[in-house]
Nanobody
Framework: QVQLVESGGGLVQAGGSLRLSCAASGRTFSNYPTAWFRQAPGKEREFVAGLSWTGASTVYGDSVKGRFTISTDNAKNTVYLQMNSLKPEDTAVYYC??????????????????WGQGTQVTVSS
């Protein structure tokens, strides 16, 4: 049984930083692409960042480029999302996802087979 468990969310002031973690069991993250999405109340789930299965390529949503960084620790089977210069509009539930295949369209939710339960990030102004 595959499980993805996110952690690291919380309340932070605008301009601050948080690091989210996503630990996997039952699946080796490095065999598949991994991504972070987020969903704010009343909005569609939005692609945030993606990492290729090789770890060589990263892709970011336009709204987070230059502020967020996705990375992985293969030894811990964990993927991270470092979020800097946070803004109130970054407030959302953040989800990690593991790819259905090795080649995916990063921004497409259908590309991902497994999802975590989400972690809340709230940025105050």
């Amino acid at each position: 049984q595959v499980q993805l468990v996110e952690s690291g969310g919380g309340l932070v002031q605008a301009g601050g930083s948080l690091r989210l973690s996503c630990a996997a069991s039952g699946r080796t993250f490095s065999n598949y692409p991994t991504a972070w999405f987020r969903q704010a109340p009343g909005k569609e789930r939005e692609f945030v960042a993606g990492l290729s299965w090789t770890g060589a390529s990263t892709v970011y949503g336009d709204s987070v480029k230059g502020r967020f960084t996705i990375s992985t620790d293969n030894a811990k089977n964990t993927v991270y999302l470092q979020m800097n210069s946070l803004k109130p509009e970054d407030t959302a539930v953040y989800y990690c996802a593991s790819g259905r295949w090795r080649t995916v369209v990063f921004g497409a939710r259908s590309s991902y087979e497994y999802w975590g339960q989400g972690t809340q990030v709230t940025v105050s102004s």
